[in-house]
């Protein structure tokens, strides 16, 4: 099988003016990064099995991403335990063979002079206690409330719904996982961590006063379903130093069945991210409202359609913003320079393009032409349990450009 997209070989060309304000340099936690474009987090389900280490074919998928020149790489989400798994194949980091083959990975990146960070990540209530490596494994939630529907390529139907979760008895007790992966990704070699925190995803849960239903500190009030988050952000704080460590939110909800109204999401999320602002962070990374957030469950939207840009950006200070979510390089552009009446932002990620042009970044600085993502190969995205060869295919298989 081959990918219908040409090399390109092209060095003479210049950035679009318009795209100049994305390769303006950023410092972070005494790092130095040589533009605003990062490559977030992207679930690719290829890890080795049954340890779901990161094998040799991703040291050789982040390795291109690396040359293709961004700022930062986040890398795919890392669960941080079997009772945080969702995907058959994605890599874990809380055992020391994960941490050896992340290692590789890292060292692959830095040769090529890239900044890496590892992504934690906990499912929660989106767990499978039929996971094909680890039948009957947990599924921990901050309540024990149903998430209803799913997705189509976990082969699951709105009647399906999800497992019913148990209700996680000592909240500490996964916090205390994710300073211990944290410390692994520092083991590692990763150059800082992001923490997962939107998408439906356990601390959204936490969040989510439609999830979380518990009535003790880590419940009820704003304040309280907000502790987790924050009590998470201080344990990873514990291990990497102030300006290493980002956190991904999701505001409008939508995704895996969260999703508050309106006056409670900003409330929630205005108390959040205040808080967050004050922790030493790199980052806040805040994903832009769009339409694929608006996942229909019962008739009703779970997405609470807003501007979270706008409306959160004036509760952000003193940490590094960064957005996600359907941006096209002219857009982030405007972001990073706060025309066009946006609010301005530091960083931009992007997701699916570096998937298909492995040298996004270098692209655009160059003025090459980039690979539409009509030529994203999505039988292949989320590939997994292939032979070698087969798993290569709409992975490491998009062909880099030649830049002399």
């Known amino acids: 099988m081959t990918i219908p997209i040409q090399n390109t070989t092209n060095g003479t060309k210049k950035a679009d003016p318009a795209h100049l304000p994305l390769f303006e340099p950023l410092t972070m936690g005494g790092l130095t990064l040589p533009n605003r474009i990062v490559m977030s987090a992207l679930t690719r389900n290829r890890a080795s099995v049954p340890s779901l280490v990161p094998s040799d074919l991703n040291v050789e ?23 945080g798994t969702q995907w058959p194949y994605a890599p874990g980091l809380w055992t020391d063979e994960q941490v050896a083959g992340w290692k590789k990975v890292v060292d692959a990146v830095h040769k090529e002079g890239t900044v890496i960070f590892a992504q934690l990540w906990h499912v929660g209530r989106t767990s499978r206690p039929d996971h094909p490596l680890h039948p009957g494994c947990d ?39 994710y300073k211990h992966n944290a410390v692994n990704a520092k083991k590692a070699g990763f150059d800082g961590a992001e923490i997962m925190a939107g998408t439906g995803y356990l601390i959204q849960q936490f969040i989510d006063s439609g999830v979380n239903k518990r009535m003790d500190k880590w419940g009820g009030s704003v304040e309280n379903r907000c502790r987790f988050a924050l009590e998470v952000v201080k344990a990873v704080r514990e291990v990497f130093p102030e300006g290493r460590v980002g956190i991904k939110l999701s505001p409008s909800g939508g995704m895996n069945d969260v999703g508050m109204p309106l006056p409670e999401t900003i409330e929630t999320y205005t108390h959040l991210l205040t808080a967050l602002d004050t922790l030493g962070l790199g980052y806040i990374c805040i994903a832009r409202d769009i339409p694929f957030f608006d996942t229909k469950l019962d008739n009703k939207m779970r997405a609470i359609s807003h501007d979270t840009t706008k409306t959160y950006r004036s509760s952000i200070k003193h940490t590094h913003l960064m957005i996600n ?20 932002v530091e ?34 995205v989320y590939g997994s349990n292939l032979p070698e060869e087969e798993s290569r295919v709409g992975y490491t298989s998009y062909p880099e450009g030649v830049y002399v």
């Open 139 to 177: 599924v921990l939630a901050p309540s024990a409330v149903q998430g209803r529907g799913g997705l189509p390529f976990r082969h699951m139907t709105e009647a399906d719904g999800y497992a019913m979760p148990t209700e996680i008895a000592d909240p500490q007790a996964i916090i205390d996982e």
């Open 325 to 344: 979510g359907d941006l096209s390089p002219d857009l982030a552009a405007s972001y990073i320079a706060g025309k066009d009446g946006l609010p301005q």
């Open 61 to 83: 998928y982040y390795a291109q991403r690396a040359r293709g020149g961004p700022g930062l790489i986040i890398a795919e989400g890392a669960l941080t335990s079997w009772q």
């Open 347 to 380: 960083l931009t990620s992007f997701g699916r393009p570096w998937i298909v042009n492995p040298d996004f970044a270098r692209r655009l600085e160059h003025g090459v032409e980039l690979a539409g993502l009509d030529q994203l190969l999505m039988a292949s």
